[in-house]
């Protein structure tokens, strides 16, 4: 079954630091999101992606942060200073459509700011 | 307001009981819903979707009720087993010239044996 692949599993920082998480999502998939999940907390939504540009994006996805898709199979979340309050599992999704379908997750990345 | 909420944080269920997980939402707009499962150190699994023109999806062992004069959405679990432990959210799929998914707090399923 196709899989979304997030690398690294686990990241550590120093504050003020540049962090970039990598996704590789499906490779039919035209729509991507990066999501995070602070410890025990729901999922919050950050960004979506389709057709080379920002196609919507939350509060928390401030001007530290920026997405890329470098090439036809990566998608990069970029912070540019890292904040310890960055802290959080970081989740890279795709799907198909950009409503109504379902998303597949990557296994995300632990980013622990210190 | 854009906001998807649980009504019970945890659920506990005995092996084999069938399991009842509730969820509201508040954006009247939302024409599609999903169920997604999350297991510890995992990211979220799809695990059904339901569109607004519908009421009631089952799938297997799952069935996602929908209820849209009081904005209310359920998933059913029959015949509940011990791999159904896990966290499930409830999610809202909004598109206001954008594309995103917005997630409920989560419920936790216990099953006991």
């Known amino acids: 079954e196709p899989e979304v692949t997030q690398t690294p599993s686990h990241q550590v920082t120093q504050m003020g630091q540049e962090v970039i998480l990598r996704c590789v999502p499906i490779?039919?998939?035209?729509?991507f999101y990066w999501y995070r999940q602070i410890l025990g907390q729901k999922v919050e939504f950050l960004v979506s992606?389709?057709?080379?540009?920002?196609?919507?994006k939350s509060e928390i996805f401030d001007d530290q942060f920026s997405v890329e898709r470098p090439d036809g199979s990566n998608f990069t979340l970029k912070i540019r200073s890292t904040k310890l309050e960055d802290s959080a599992m970081y989740f890279c999704?795709?799907?198909?459509?950009?409503?109504?379908?379902?998303?597949?997750f990557g296994s995300g990345t632990r980013l622990t700011v210190v | 307001g854009e906001s998807v909420g649980l009504h019970l944080p945890t659920l506990s269920v005995q092996e084999g009981d069938n399991s009842i997980i509730n969820c509201a939402y508040s954006n009247s707009a939302s024409d599609y819903f999903i169920w997604y499962k999350q297991e510890s150190g995992k990211g979220p699994q799809f695990i059904i979707d339901i569109r607004s023109n519908m009421d009631k999806r089952q799938g297997q062992r799952v069935t996602v009720l929908l209820n849209k004069t009081v904005k209310h959405l359920s998933l059913q679990i029959a015949a509940t087993q011990p791999g159904d432990s896990a966290v499930y959210f409830c999610a809202e799929n909004l598109k206001r010239g954008g594309f995103k998914t917005i997630f409920g707090a989560g419920t936790r399923l216990f099953v006991k044996a």
């Open positions: 490779s039919n998939h035209l729509y």
């Open positions: 992606f389709y057709n080379n540009e920002i196609s919507e």
């Open positions: 999704a795709s799907s198909s459509g950009g409503t109504g379908y379902g998303y597949t």
